[in-house]
């Protein structure tokens, strides 16, 4: 990630930087840019997403139960101390999901995370996935 003497701009990098390290699983990364205090909103998990760690049990969970995992990034827009990306989320349903059994099937969702960052590193997220479209790729519910 390169500094940029705007603010904004580095904020937007450093939000895009997140989703190549989660495909990277880059925990160095994480312990550089994630506050121990970070904290991810997601309605959709049945566990807490606390600091790198919180991050780390994400990674294992997704994939762990997602293959050829890509996050395509459609949008970023920044303002003030906040970055929303708009993205999706994309690969093979291979293994376990949060309890649902491997498909086989291809996986393509609409996400959207808002990060709250501060001092150059994450220390909220909003995060926003189409999961009844996964329910209904992989099965869990009729198309």
């Not at 969970?61 to 990034?73: A, E, N, S």
């Not at 303002?79 to 498909?103: C, I, K, N, W, Y």
């Amino acid at each position: 990630m390169s500094i940029d003497a705007n603010p904004t701009d580095a904020n937007k990098d450093l939000a895009r930087a997140y989703f190549t390290a989660f495909l990277d699983r880059d925990e160095a990364w994480w312990q550089r840019h994630i506050a121990p205090e970070f904290v991810r909103h997601d309605p959709g998990l049945d566990f807490a997403v606390r600091g790198p760690e919180g991050v780390r049990r994400l990674g294992e969970v997704l994939h762990g139960g997602v293959t050829g995992m890509k996050l395509p990034i459609e949008e970023v827009i920044a303002e003030g101390d906040r970055v929303l990306v708009r993205l999706r989320f994309q690969g093979r349903h291979t293994g376990d999901l949060m309890g649902l059994p491997a498909s086989g099937r291809t996986v393509d969702i609409a996400v959207m995370d808002l990060f709250r960052i501060v001092d150059g590193r994450l220390v909220e997220h909003w995060a926003l996935l189409d999961n009844l479209g996964l329910l209904k790729q992989v099965g869990a519910l009729p198309a």
